[in-house]
């Protein structure tokens, strides 16, 4: 991988690079022909990263499926898909670690202690491996494409970060590997995070800015659903993630809730039109 990065760079070519943990769908699609537009080299890679994930949650179960993946980004114009494993990854002896402070600490920082902290050493190592002009990633993780900036800006990378819209099935579910896990019941009941951003939108758009009413108005929803138990809802600034208590149009609506035993997160700028009911 580094030679193939290295020989595009000498010959003057732009690299865009997606990463991602594969059980490939729509929305990593999205990232790959952005991708395809941006740059002459695009590289996709896939691994399941161990150090992101906290014990007792589903780095084993993490759904993998390299033929189907392979397929996808062949269709998608893929050049390289890198699918590096755990030990070339993290070989004995491992003990350096890229960790963002302040904006790790809220919203998933809180509920997966660690988690970042695996997430910005993996993408710091894969843009060193990669050495991509641009990098994608989707607002669906937004916090993760927050603290990503972050590192770029603090560490000085060499590297342009995009950051794409989510992908959504025609009935509003933010597209992810991990819906897989849903059974047919759960899949109906999970649509309850979607609608309680719409109900937030429209809300917030009928001039309700206090944050605590707001809030309200997406529990309500979300625990219409007898299966749905919230991890967290909350209203920050859409860049820092700080705590707010009047929105604006630069707050972000974050959210996670458990379906059953499936952590599922979805978020929307509160000032945003809500649409993938009209674009389907
Ligand atoms: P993952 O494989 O889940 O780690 O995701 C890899 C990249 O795809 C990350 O930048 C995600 O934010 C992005 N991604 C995942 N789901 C979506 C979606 N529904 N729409 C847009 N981007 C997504």
Redesign the pocket.
């Known amino acids: 991988m580094k030679e193939r990065a290295s020989a595009a760079r000498a010959e003057g070519k732009s690299v865009s690079f ?11 699609a ?2 790959m022909r952005a991708g395809r537009r941006r740059g002459d080299l695009l590289v996709v890679s ?1 691994f399941v990263n161990p150090t992101q994930f906290g014990a007792g949650e589903d780095f084993g179960a993490y759904p993998r499926d390299l033929a189907r993946d392979s397929a996808i980004a062949l269709d998608n114009g893929v050049d390289v898909l890198f699918v590096p494993n755990a030990r070339e990854m993290y070989p004995a002896g491992f003990q350096t670690w890229v960790n963002v402070e302040d904006i790790s600490l809220p919203l998933c920082g809180a509920s997966r202690p660690g988690h970042f902290r695996g997430v910005t050493t993996v993408v710091a190592k894969l843009f060193n491996i990669v050495r991509p002009t641009v990098a ?6 937004y916090q ?2 927050a603290v990503i900036r972050r590192m770029v800006a603090d560490l000085d990378m060499d590297v342009e970060v995009a950051g ?5 099935e025609a009935d509003g579910l ?5 819906n897989a896990y849903l059974s047919p019941a759960e899949r109906t009941s999970a649509l309850c995070l979607s609608r309680s951003l719409a109900a937030a939108t429209a809300l917030y758009r009928s001039g309700e800015v206090s944050v605590r009413r707001l809030c309200e108005e997406v529990e309500g929803v979300i625990l219409r659903e007898p299966c749905a138990v919230i991890d967290y809802v909350e209203f920050r600034h859409g860049d820092t993630l700080e705590e707010t208590e009047q929105a604006d149009d630069r707050t972000v609506l974050a959210l996670a809730v458990r379906i059953g035993k499936t952590r599922l997160i979805d978020n929307t700028m509160i000032g945003r039109d809500f649409t993938w009911k009209e674009r389907c």
């Open positions: 997606v990463p991602t943990m594969g059980f490939l769908h729509d929305g990593h999205s990232l896939i994608f990633f989707g607002e669906k993780d993760q494409l794409l819209p989510t992908v959504r933010a597209m992810s590997s991990r």
